[in-house]
């Protein structure tokens, strides 16, 4: 996105979560220890850090979110 929008002003940030604790990631379960799971708050918070955030304060970037952590 930011190669194709950055020339109209437009910034992109993507969040890289690791395995995140939903249904869909049921068959990893056995093999991901629960701590490095990610919960679904944690990425929700993570979302709400970047919209709260001033634009001129975001460079684009790929943010990797690993359990425990914060932006």
Do not use: Y
Not at 2 to 19: N, R, V
Not at 51 to 66: G, K, M, N, T, W
């Amino acid at each position: 996105m930011h190669k194709e929008l950055g020339s109209e002003g437009i910034k992109s940030t993507a969040l890289c979560p690791a395995f995140v604790d939903t249904p869909m990631t049921d068959f990893v379960k056995g093999q991901v220890s629960p701590e490095e799971m990610i919960r679904t708050t944690d990425i929700a918070a993570a979302v709400a850090f970047l919209l709260d955030v001033s634009p001129a304060c975001i460079v684009p970037e790929i943010q990797f979110l690993r359990p425990g952590e914060s932006l």
